[in-house]
Structure formats: structure tokens, C-alpha cells
């Protein structure tokens, strides 16, 4: 098994001085002005930089710039320090992180796989540059696929009963160090108030339709009206069940002749991809949230 | 204007003695066989031959056969005399028409010119084989461009209190010899009794999101959760609105940088590509309808 | 690892009764019906049936029945024996599988493990129905991950002095009774002979662009040249290098800000998807092969 | 004929006060706090800012800024002096252009008319910010059309005799103040010293293939090779032919079933989309060249 417990073989030269910055804060003259010349004071590079205003008149100002800076170890906490004076001046929620500190990631998936083999096959050909941390289900199906990757698996099993003391121990085992939340087709309504530990921090993946259908079995409602086009949508989980922020879309083309269960099979292979890229955009801090929105700088 | 009056300049081949069949029945042995039997005993050449069976237990078949028969002019009437027994024996409903007979166009529009446009460009390039026997508008703005195309154009408005004298005026300028209403963009709610005249013979073009949006203003509540995709979807009016059977959609991407404006300007492209292709698969007989889904032969 | 060395879980109802027919012939009058009466009179009843002939004017005729018909596995023989006269007189290339009769798969990869883990996903979760026979690579990095779902595993080492030695140790290894040979990254030439064992029974998969890029290093090129978008083709391999009957192809856009490992990132993701349908298209006898062109029934 | 002769309605509100620069220059610390801060110091608020780097180590800098200035029009002259400084001290090439001065666009059309169509359709809806000044052709064909909207119409024919007085002709007609020459299916090939005079401000558009057809009649080497995508590209135009800088891709799928004429249609609806879509970018000031690469900020 040696091939499947090895590392992530990742093709990218070491980026230890490399970091990106995320902001949002409202819009108002000198803002790019300020954040560009305090890294420029500081000794950094800007190696890219986007910025996007919601409304010029008023409207919130975002931006991501990821920038190289000598000894970053040694002296992200200083710099850090410094910003805190631009950030209060412009009314900035804002992050930096190091791009050598890998994002740790929590997969939880119930009984469909396939989600889950399309992330672990992206980590281990070096295309997710994050560390999958565990992945946590309420069936024991996975556990030895899992942990053929060297993965802890930990298997929690929900009851509509036990569904409480459940979320209590996912908490449990996910600890204070897992940075995002995978729902590789995990099919547990999470409650409000893991959702608010986790806030734009867990990623679902679910199946979308042009136009759309409400209520159950929407494959086979889909199918009744023959839709031409079958999607996926990746989002930010809220208390609002499918309707958070989006981060990631994909369709493709189907036909009268494709009956439920082709419907259905050609919808996983639109989730797995829209939820990869999702899950690459979160990771590589592409990502910022204003209320139900996400602007994806990519 | 002479460029404008011209009629379209198709570059088919004359196809005299070319037809298209239409046939839908329940499922059951030797249907295929006892069709193309039929026509190769009366000299019929298969061109082209589609079927799909629903379920094959018990479902619905649906054929299209494409066909040349020599002296088709002379030899319709009694093919289709012929064709009754066959069809009795299978409780089918079918046509069967000439291809040189073009299907007579109604268009309905109101302010929106981009899917009228489209319209007469794909019939003057002679990609649209149909004859557009009218343009029929609750708005005059439209009366010089499409005159200037030598067809008619009657403008009769639409106000709450007059809009069943208004549909009154629009069947009699419609007379009994068109095939299909496009509803270019046509925003008036069509009554179940003008629907009732030209079931599955109206055609209509709406925006469509992944996922969907309820209410009213579906670009800005789009943006407002940051859709990455947005379509069109054609379909025939039904009783329902917006839900009748889907004959096309397509979608393109957008980002957190386009706007509503832009969202708009985006879907007013894929709305007339979408709506042109359904138009063309309905004049090219190429759409069977069973229940509220379509099959589509293309 | 239970998992892994499960077989295959098909979701499918059992087909024992279930058979595909396809045929290519000069076009000319009476062979639908020829044909859907013959399979009346035998008993079957047609489950789904295409046809397509190239040029009505004395073009090719392409034909795929799915068709139903009792106690198959004792009459199949007999069937086909019938049919030989309707074949002969309609100058036919056919041929009637059993679905139940999965085809057997031989899988050639090389170093990148990209198109082997999507089939062998699909493969598991039942969505391509085959039998993966065995695994064969010139190099020895797969051995442990193919064997864990209990697939025999070929290590035929290839180099440019033992290249002919090693193509016939492949054919020895092979066998007799393999139906398909896919090039899962196989980067190693086919020799003219070794094609010709297996004409239209080897499936490829290589990059693609718009438009294109000769020479070596095309992702490079694509990048030089700001594409905007990349794609992936699956084909019949020829003894033209890359020049075979197309199968699928697909795309995916792209911008500037993608530098060449991003290019080929994503160009391994529409590479494994598009080999994954070509292959499930091949395994459900559905192209047809033409001079240098596929028919694809999908 | 009032519905065409009246000017283009924009649905955007009045931007006299916005303007838009593009810069490019080799990479290195510094530039964005550059040039951000001095349009802070010169009172302007940035709306969007977009920069790429296309090599950390050593490459070129590409930056777009939207900004809005107060008393744009009396202020840009001095604005423009004062960047020089900045500009001079990390070798930038650069504009700044005013938003509300539309560009000015010569429109070049042989016989096919479906591009000049699409882009007077965007122009007359509002979607395409720019002054058509004049349309060009070796034909006469399209005068009246032309002329309905109110555009001058020269009719400049070309033959392999006169080739260089024509282009001297047109040189003549479009005078000195054209931004960009749009090439909507003219089907001459323009000469190396024309090219030089508009340098990046000539837009191509040709149909595209996956993978790429040598020589003459692309489409029916694509319909015989039965290729599954077809799409278009437009370019700027080099002494290359079609070699020229990549502004825009898209594609459309075909199928086997789609002949030669049909591929060439479903050509003609890509090539006028992607068109329209490079004609807005240029206008819009999204594109820089490097080499023979765009950067486009869209």
C-alpha cells in the first residue's frame, strides 16, 4: 500500500516567504493606496493583487493580495502588528496567512463516495495544497479506504435521537485546529449552532437544476419535466438549508433519453468537480463572504 | 432597403419530396417494424429514423422518421390514408408533413427586441426554414423594423381591463393557418383558453437560474447571492406559468463583477440563442411532447 | 480493505434478456424495416433504436438496436445465424452483444495515474459496466494501488531497444479475449501491428486546443499564446499518430492568470472525464466507426 | 425607419467623471503603492483595480484601474503630466482613457453579414459602449442595411490587382482617428504595413477546431473527422496569419448527425458571440498584449 499512504506529491517548489492577505471593509478613497505602500514599507512583493468594489457609491471594498516577504517566519507577527493601525483607520475584517501553513481540513461523508475519492485523489496528486486532518462519518462504509491514505477515520453514528450528543462529539474530535469543513455529500442537517463554531467555514455540495425544483426525489422531478441542462451548486453552509453563499457552479448538457439513475450519475460527476474547486478555492484563501455572497478572486 | 425585403436566401436543396412523421403511441412489439414496413412498401426512403421508448415496461414510444417519397405532392393524401390502420392498430397519434411546406410563424412581442432580432436574422441568413407570417405587439416601437422586413405587424395593446378583447383581436389577426406563437419576450400572461387553441404550440423564452429564485426581480436576487451561472430556458406554455415542457436551456458563467445590468445584458444573449434553437427544432418537427416533458430528435 | 476488493456494485436491474445490435451498410431502401421485422418475427421486442445515414444520396447507413428477447442466452445463436441473410443482403458489417456478457478491459498506463483512478472509480461504483481484466504499465509505481481492488497487474517495462519484445509480451499477457485496450497516459507509441490486432478497439485520450499546437510542450504553447480555453480528445488510435476517429472531446475555459501547472491541473480533469465517457460509450456499443469518423448513439 | 437611425441607448448612467488606465512594465517592489498613491494623492477614487504578474521572478506587470476623478475632462491633461514621472522611473507603457469619450470602431464586412449584424444589434441595445463610425467592404451588399442604422458605408473593392490601392483607399477613408478596426468575416487578407499602423487595434475573428484542421475547408475536414466541439477564436492581427494574440475562445457542441451546413451555421452563432465579446473588452479597455499574449481583465 505504499503508494496510497504516502504524502501528497506537490509539483510546486517551496513558497515559505509567500503570503496572502484577504480584506473587506467599506469603500472609500486611499484604501489600495495604503495596504500597497504599508507592504512596500514592510519589504514585501505584491506578486498579485485583486480588489473589487460591490458599489462605487457606497458599496463594499475586497481585496486579496498575496505578496513574497523575506524571513515571513520570522516576521509576519510584526507586520501583522503594524496593519492593525490601517485596519482600524479603514474598518477592515481582514486575515494574512502564511502559504507554507496548510489548511487542515475535516471531511464528513455518509454512505456516497464519490465526493470523497475525487478530494483524496486531488490531495494525493498534489492539486489540493491542504492537509486532509480526518475524515468523520455517521457510517463505518469508508473506514478502510480512509485509512489506507494514513487518514484518521472516525466513525460517529446520528440518530434523529442522538443527534445532539453526535454534534457534540464531532466538535469533540475536530478539536480548535481544523480550519474548514467538508460535506463530501454528508446527508445530516447540521445544526445552527455547530454552523456558528464553523461560520463560511464548511463547504456543502448539492445538486442544482435550470430552473429549479422544490420539494424531494428532484432528480426524478427533473426528469418528469425534461431538463436539458443538470447542475451542482458549492456553498458556505447557513441556518438556511441550500441557501448560503455560492461559491462554485457547473452544468451539463443531458437528453430525454437519459432516464433517473443516468441523471443521477452524471450529477456526480458535477459535484465532485464543483465541490473540488470549491474546496481549492477556499484553501488557497480565494474567497471573501459579504452576507449571502461570495466574491471568488481566481 | 433592398437587402431587407428580400426573403430569406436558404442554402438547402429544394426537398420536394421530402416528409417528417411524428408518431407517439404506447410501447409494444413490432411498431418499428410494422412504420418501416409501411413506407418501404409504399416507396418511401427512411432518411433519417429516431425512436425512444419511455420505460420498456409499459412506457411511451415516440418516433420521428424522416423520409423522401417521390411525387410526395401527389402521393400525401393517400399515404396517410393508408397510414390510418396502421396507426388505429397502435392507438398512435402522428402527422406527418411536408418539409417544403414551411410552418407559419406568429411572433408576440412587447418592448424587448433581442429575441425578435435574433429571430429575423436566423430566417434572413436562411437558417430559420419557416415563413414569419406576422409580428404581433401591445407596443408600437416595433412597427418599422419589422416592416421594413416586408411583414406585417399589428399592434394591439394590452391593459388589465382590455386583455380579453385584446387576446379576441390576436386570435382573429391570427386566423386559422398558424403553426407556432413564438412569445419573443412577450410580457403578457397568455389565458388558459388562448392556450387551450395552440396547445404545445407556443413557445416561450424566461431566465433561469442554478438554483432557482421565487418572486419577483430574479437578476438582483442572483447577484445578491452571487450565482457563478445563470441560463434560459424555452419551453411551451401551459396553464402553469414558466412550467410547461422544457424544449432547450443553456446557461453561461458570470462573476461577482458583473453586475444586474450585466447579468441582464448576459441573459438577453443566451435568451435569443436559446429561443432560436427551440423555434428551429419545433419547425423541423423535431419535438414530441408527452405529458409536461419533450422529447427532443436533434 | 473490503472496499476496495469488493466487485463492482451495479445498480441495474439484470439484462439476461437484453442485446445490442449495431450495423453499417451502404444506405439504400427497406433496411429498417427489413430489420425491425426481422427482430418482430424472432420474438424481440425493441427497446431503443438510432439510425443515421450519412448522405442520403448514397451515403453510409448506421444502426443500434437495444433490443429484449426471451431465454437469449439459448436463442442468441440461432438469431444470429438467421440474420446472416438479411446481412448479406444489405452488403452489412454487424454485430449482436449480449449485455449481460460484459466487455473485458485492458488498461495501458504509464507514470501519471490520472484517467487509471476515474476508471476504476466508475468502475466501482458501478457506472461502467466492463470488467477491468488487468492493468498493464511499463512502469511498476501502480502495482500496489491496482492490486488492492484485486486487478491483475502487468509490469512490462518498455524501452526503445526491447520495444518490439515488449509489445509482444503485452499481446501474451492479453490474451485472446480482451475487447478493449484503453490508453489510460500510456506514453509509449503502438506500433502499426499491434494497432491492427486491435483496430477500433484501442481508445486514447490527449490534450486538445483551440486551436491548435504543433510541436512539442503544447501546454507551454497554449500558455504562450493567452488560450482561453483547453480541452481533452478521446479517439480510436490509427496509425496516425493522434489522427483517429474522435469519440468525445470536451473543455473548460481558461485566463492568463493560469500559469502552465494550472493549465495542465485542469487539462488532467477533462482529460479523465472525457476518456471515462469514451470508454463507457465503447462498452455500451455505442459508436460506430466510419473511415476516419465515429457514430456516437448516446 | 426611426427605430434605426436613432443613436444607441444606453441604459448606463453618465460617467464623465470616470476614467480607465492600463499600464504595463517589467515586474518589481513598489508598483502598485505607486501608482495607487498618486491617484490618492490627485484626489481619485479608485472603483476596480485588477494586476497580474505573469513571472514572480523577473516578469511583466500588468495593472487596470477604474478610477473616478472630479472635473475628469479639465483634470486629465495634468493628471496625464504628472504620471510621467511615475512612469518614466519603472518603464511603464501606458494610457488613461475618459470612459465617456466613446472609442471609435471601422467595422470591415465581405458578404457574410452575421457578425456586423450582431455587433449593430449590441451597439443599437447599449451594450457596446463605442462610436461605429464606418463600415468597410469589397462588397457592396450591405450599403443599405448600413446606411438604415445611420452609419457611412464605403464600398472599397479588392482584387488581387488593386489589393494595394484598396488598402490605401481604406487607409484613407478611416482617417486618424479610429481606435480599432474590427474585422467581422472580411475576407481579404490584410498587408504587414496596414497591420503596423494599427498594431493591437485590429479584432479577427475565424472558426476553431479540437483539435486543428490544417489548409482549406476546415469545416469539412472537421464534419469527416467527426468532431464532437467546434468554436471560434478572435484575435488581434499579426503578420501571422490567425497567429495573432488570443482575445477570446468559445465552443459549441455537434454532433455526427450535424452536416457540413450545419456546422457551418452553428459556426456563424459562435463567431458572432465571441466577437461581440472581444469587440466590448478592447472598448472597454480590459486587454494588454505581451508578446503575442492578452492579459484580460474581465
Chains 1, 2, 3, 4 share one sequence.
Not at 55 to 79: H, T
Not at 156 to 175: C, F, S
Request: net charge negative.
Amino acid at each position: 500500500m505504499e503508494v496510497h499512504v504516502k504524502q501528497n506529491r506537490s509539483a510546486r517548489e517551496p513558497q515559505d516567504n509567500r503570503a496572502r492577505m484577504l480584506i473587506s471593509c467599506p469603500d472609500g478613497p486611499g484604501i489600495v493606496a495604503a495596504v500597497s505602500q504599508f507592504l512596500y514599507e514592510h519589504g514585501a512583493n505584491i506578486v498579485q493583487s485583486d480588489q473589487y468594489t460591490m458599489d462605487p457609491d457606497g458599496g463594499m471594498f475586497f481585496m486579496r493580495v498575496e505578496f513574497d516577504l523575506p524571513q515571513l517566519a520570522d516576521n509576519l507577527e510584526s507586520l501583522q502588528q503594524s496593519f492593525e493601525q490601517i485596519a482600524g483607520r479603514f474598518q477592515m475584517k481582514w486575515t494574512i496567512n502564511q502559504v507554507s501553513r496548510k489548511k487542515r481540513l475535516a471531511i464528513f461523508v455518509s454512505k456516497e463516495d464519490h465526493c470523497l475519492v475525487e478530494l483524496l485523489w486531488h490531495w494525493q496528486a498534489g492539486d489540493l495544497d491542504a492537509e486532509i486532518a480526518m475524515v468523520v462519518s455517521n457510517h463505518n462504509d469508508m473506514r478502510s479506504y480512509v485509512e489506507s491514505f494514513g487518514i484518521p477515520f472516525h466513525h460517529i453514528p446520528v440518530t434523529a435521537d442522538t443527534k445532539q450528543e453526535a454534534e457534540r462529539r464531532q466538535l469533540e474530535v475536530i478539536g480548535s485546529d481544523i480550519d474548514v469543513i467538508v460535506l463530501a455529500r454528508y446527508m445530516q442537517i447540521i445544526s445552527p449552532s455547530f454552523i456558528e463554531h464553523y461560520r463560511n467555514r464548511i463547504i456543502n455540495i448539492h445538486h442544482s437544476f435550470l430552473p429549479a425544483f422544490v420539494g424531494g426525489k428532484p432528480y426524478a422531478q427533473a426528469y418528469n419535466r425534461g431538463v436539458k441542462i443538470i447542475g451542482a451548486t458549492a456553498h458556505y453552509v447557513t441556518e438556511e438549508l441550500d441557501g448560503g453563499p455560492i461559491i462554485e457552479q457547473d452544468v451539463q448538457r443531458v437528453s430525454h433519453s437519459d432516464n433517473v439513475n443516468e441523471l443521477k450519475r452524471i450529477g456526480r460527476t458535477i459535484e465532485r468537480v464543483v465541490l473540488a474547486r470549491a474546496v481549492q478555492w477556499h484553501v488557497e484563501d480565494r474567497i471573501l463572504v459579504h452576507q449571502n455572497k461570495t466574491v471568488v478572486f481566481n
